[in-house]
């Protein structure tokens, strides 16, 4: 028996607003949806990823999903919940980034042709860029009033903010490119739902009364709320930026670790929404984490789950292996069998010194390299590094180091690294060239 969408958005906590009628809509026929997405980097971040689960949740129930690609629109720049345009992309730019971006949702949806309800992936600047202005103002303009443009909270918002300059009318038209767009894919495939953040209602409403004007259509709308970290800060965003599903951008190791790191109260909200898990699954692992939060079982589920989607086991592999570094009984072998973004990623804004192979190769001792060789970034003086290596608290590539007049012959990680340990917390990344 297929999913009832609506209802298993309801449970989870996706439904902000919906338009009355949906469900019997969904339960008529096979209903197309879509979520649009702005286009303007070659990458989603983890903030798309509550509209692209609404789209998966809507497959699974049996429904087509189509992903919209804002080209014409981020050429534009959307007023909601923004305070300054955006910038202006070209096409070859726009091309590029809609390649990356429809990699990344074949991850969550299935773009089989064959199947009913495979999922789609279109861009509005492909029925935008032929309309003229006079066109645009002459047939699609003319059907909604600027009272009723004006009443949109997105636009209120904009207007009112003591720190704004106004609106340019190129972004007041937004809504109107928008709810086009809404009105296109309700004539050219039987689209009759758009869903969104909250933020988004007056946009996607705008698009509802385009299809009732103009062509006597109904059509549905269905929001989900915008995500909050229960400590107010900004979902999605750490000190380094976006957490990205390029793993250029962001690695498996620190994306593993974002989820990994999540709050306690944020993992019963985060857990519903970004796992295709089911109710029961998730309610037997809150329990199982209430018993014993310190293990982190839902944040590891979630981070387990979500890493597989995004990247690959291999890529979980890879980032289990290296928190077991930072944070566990690694083996030497370990350490040597993870890959050189791994490895740069784990130990970003460890102390670092770059040295040449010559200096490496001219050492006499470890106490030495120590001190002198990495110019006092890991000991300040040999006397230091001697009596901490007699008292067993030193390690080179997870090797503890015994005798501090001992030659420096470690196997260089990656050609071209030696990691130093000094205590249980302290990590140092030789860089030798």
């Given at each position: 028996m297929q999913k009832d969408f609506i209802e298993e958005l309801t449970w989870r906590g996706m439904i902000h607003d919906q338009m009355p009628g949906i469900q019997d809509q969904l339960k008529k026929e096979l209903t197309a949806a879509y979520v649009g997405i702005d286009p303007t980097a070659d990458s989603l971040h983890i903030g798309h990823l509550v509209g692209v689960m609404m789209l998966k949740h809507?497959?699974?129930?049996g429904h087509r999903p189509i992903v919209l690609l804002g080209g014409a629109t981020g050429m534009i720049g959307d007023p909601s919940g923004k305070s300054q345009e955006r910038n202006l992309l070209d096409e070859p730019t726009l091309r590029h980034n809609e390649e990356s971006i429809k990699k990344q949702v074949m991850n969550f949806l299935d773009f089989d042709s064959k199947a009913e309800n495979g999922a789609v992936l279109v861009n509005n600047y492909d029925w935008m860029k032929d309309f003229s202005f006079l066109g645009f103002i002459r047939d699609v303009g003319k059907h909604?009033?600027?009272?009723?443009?004006?009443?949109?909270?997105?636009?209120?918002?904009?207007?009112?903010a003591e720190s704004s300059e106004g609106m340019s009318f190129t972004e007041f038209t937004y809504q109107l490119v928008q709810g086009y767009d809404f009105l296109h894919l309700y004539k050219a495939m039987n689209c009759k739902l758009q869903m969104g953040g909250s933020d988004q209602w007056g946009n996607i409403t705008t698009g509802t009364e385009l299809i009732r004007k103009m062509i006597q259509g109904e059509a549905y709308a269905v929001t989900t709320p915008l995500i909050k970290k229960a400590d107010g800060t900004k979902f999605g965003k750490t000190e380094s930026g976006n957490i990205w599903l390029d793993p250029k951008k962001t690695s498996p190791y620190k994306f593993y670790q974002f989820w990994l790191n999540a709050s306690d109260e944020d993992m019963s909200n985060f857990i519903r929404i970004f796992s295709t898990k089911g109710k029961e699954e998730i309610e037997a692992l809150e329990k199982e984490h209430q018993q014993a939060p310190h293990l982190r079982t839902l944040q590891k589920a979630l981070a387990e789950e979500i890493t597989v989607r995004v990247h690959s086991q291999e890529a979980l592999d890879m980032a289990l292996k290296a928190s077991s570094i930072l944070f566990g009984k690694s083996t030497t072998e370990e350490l040597a069998s993870?890959?050189?973004?791994?490895?740069?990623?784990?130990?970003e804004g460890v102390p670092q010194v770059e040295?040449?192979?010559?200096?490496?190769?001219?050492?006499?001792n470890v106490t030495?390299?120590?001190?002198?060789?990495?110019?006092g970034i890991v000991f300040p003086s040999k006397g230091e590094a001697r009596k901490m290596i007699q008292g067993g608290g030193v390690s080179i590539n997870k090797e503890k180091v015994i005798d501090a007049n001992a030659a420096v012959s470690y196997q260089l990680l990656q050609n071209k690294y030696l990691l130093v340990q000094r205590g249980k917390k302290n990590y140092y990344l030789v860089i030798v060239n």
């Amino acid at each position: 028996m297929q999913k009832d969408f609506i209802e298993e958005l309801t449970w989870r906590g996706m439904i902000h607003d919906q338009m009355p009628g949906i469900q019997d809509q969904l339960k008529k026929e096979l209903t197309a949806a879509y979520v649009g997405i702005d286009p303007t980097a070659d990458s989603l971040h983890i903030g798309h990823l509550v509209g692209v689960m609404m789209l998966k949740h809507f497959q699974d129930a049996g429904h087509r999903p189509i992903v919209l690609l804002g080209g014409a629109t981020g050429m534009i720049g959307d007023p909601s919940g923004k305070s300054q345009e955006r910038n202006l992309l070209d096409e070859p730019t726009l091309r590029h980034n809609e390649e990356s971006i429809k990699k990344q949702v074949m991850n969550f949806l299935d773009f089989d042709s064959k199947a009913e309800n495979g999922a789609v992936l279109v861009n509005n600047y492909d029925w935008m860029k032929d309309f003229s202005f006079l066109g645009f103002i002459r047939d699609v303009g003319k059907h909604l009033t600027v009272n009723y443009m004006m009443a949109k909270d997105s636009v209120k918002k904009r207007l009112s903010a003591e720190s704004s300059e106004g609106m340019s009318f190129t972004e007041f038209t937004y809504q109107l490119v928008q709810g086009y767009d809404f009105l296109h894919l309700y004539k050219a495939m039987n689209c009759k739902l758009q869903m969104g953040g909250s933020d988004q209602w007056g946009n996607i409403t705008t698009g509802t009364e385009l299809i009732r004007k103009m062509i006597q259509g109904e059509a549905y709308a269905v929001t989900t709320p915008l995500i909050k970290k229960a400590d107010g800060t900004k979902f999605g965003k750490t000190e380094s930026g976006n957490i990205w599903l390029d793993p250029k951008k962001t690695s498996p190791y620190k994306f593993y670790q974002f989820w990994l790191n999540a709050s306690d109260e944020d993992m019963s909200n985060f857990i519903r929404i970004f796992s295709t898990k089911g109710k029961e699954e998730i309610e037997a692992l809150e329990k199982e984490h209430q018993q014993a939060p310190h293990l982190r079982t839902l944040q590891k589920a979630l981070a387990e789950e979500i890493t597989v989607r995004v990247h690959s086991q291999e890529a979980l592999d890879m980032a289990l292996k290296a928190s077991s570094i930072l944070f566990g009984k690694s083996t030497t072998e370990e350490l040597a069998s993870i890959d050189e973004d791994t490895l740069l990623s784990v130990f970003e804004g460890v102390p670092q010194v770059e040295i040449t192979k010559e200096e490496l190769a001219s050492v006499a001792n470890v106490t030495d390299f120590l001190s002198e060789t990495t110019k006092g970034i890991v000991f300040p003086s040999k006397g230091e590094a001697r009596k901490m290596i007699q008292g067993g608290g030193v390690s080179i590539n997870k090797e503890k180091v015994i005798d501090a007049n001992a030659a420096v012959s470690y196997q260089l990680l990656q050609n071209k690294y030696l990691l130093v340990q000094r205590g249980k917390k302290n990590y140092y990344l030789v860089i030798v060239n």
